[in-house]
């Protein structure tokens, strides 16, 4: 039975729970989005006008300075709505943020609610809910003034591509806001097996004499993208041969964001072959000092048998947290002196992109 599609779907299910806890989980996807105003943006006044196109909101600068922001003067309604244009539909919405300015001394004050509304038409709005005060922005410009962040975490993902925000000031103040961001979960980029096509040694030599389970140096029948059992496309070692082994392979050069790795071991009831009782997973920078990162666990068998007695099982971590590294070495132990075979081992990472380092785009 072929599995290795459904092991991969669930990689990167798993990635996409794990991203929350990375830099780059989030995407702003309001940034450089249009916007428009139930009362016009460039309302007469200092700092507060702002010709159309509008982008001052979403242009990923939250710092209040004359040229960074836009607002209303005193005699406008105080009660506005900003709706954004996100371009097109964006799915996963868990966020929304408005940065509001505070100034004392110029008479600019904080809202007193904001709320949002997501629509896919720009007709038919569906409320998002309230936003709160959760914390302070990018910094004042000077002792009295403050940007105050206000934001909602939705209560489920939502689709949307217009989204609305409803801003209610008291009084008759100077009104200016900052900034505003839309918050998804980030598309992220295919894993690759970065292990493919690369070298590995071990510490029993895999070329131990045996019918299939010979292999000549150099050694790339586990790094070949092949996990099928066929004379031709396996290795191990015979019995006789110590029970616990290591794999070491070498990536060729550091690799950031190694989210998972696996490894498939041959069981073959008629010919003796066994499945591992333990594997584990080191990692290292230098082929010196190894790191020890979990666990491994049988969850499927792999690409199938070549006969109705063989099945491949895949051995298989998920990382918590994605790691670097040039050297990953799977320590196999072996239940009393079988015959053992591997047909492939996989390090997966998820490829590092300038979109991912860009903390105005993610967070």
Known sequence: MNTRMTRLAVLAASLALMAAATPAALMNAALGASYTATTPISESGFVYSEP???????DGDSIFLFAETAGWTPGTPTAISVTLDLGSTVSDIVSVELDAL???????TN?????VEVSTDN???????????TGFGDGPSSPDEAVNEWTLTLASPASA???????????????????????????????????LGKSYTATIPISESGFVYSEPAPHTEFTDGDSIFLFAETAGWTP????????????????????????????SVSSAVTNPTAVSAEISSDGVVF???????DVATGDGPLAPNEVIH???????TWIPARYVRFNIQWPGDPHKILTEVRVFAVPTTTAANDFALYR
């Open 111 to 115: 809202p007193t609610a904001v709320s």
């Open 123 to 133: 007709v038919t709005f569906s409320p998002g809910g309230s936003l709160a005060v």
């Open 291 to 297: 790191t020890p990162i979990g666990s491994l666990a």
């Open 52 to 58: 159309a196109p509008h982008t001052e909101f979403t």
């Open 102 to 108: 505070v100034s004392v001394s110029s008479a600019v």
């Open 314 to 320: 895949q051995w298989e971590l998920t990382l918590a």
């Open 240 to 267: 006789g041969t110590a029970t616990n082994i290591g794999l070491t392979v070498d990536l060729n050069s550091a690799v950031d964001n190694i989210a998972q790795v696996q490894l498939d071991a041959l069981v």
């Open 161 to 195: 591509r217009y989204v609305r925000f409803n801003i209610q000031w008291p009084g008759d103040p100077h009104k200016v806001l900052t900034e505003v961001s839309v918050w998804s979960i980030a598309p992220l980029p295919p894993v690759v097996n970065v292990a």
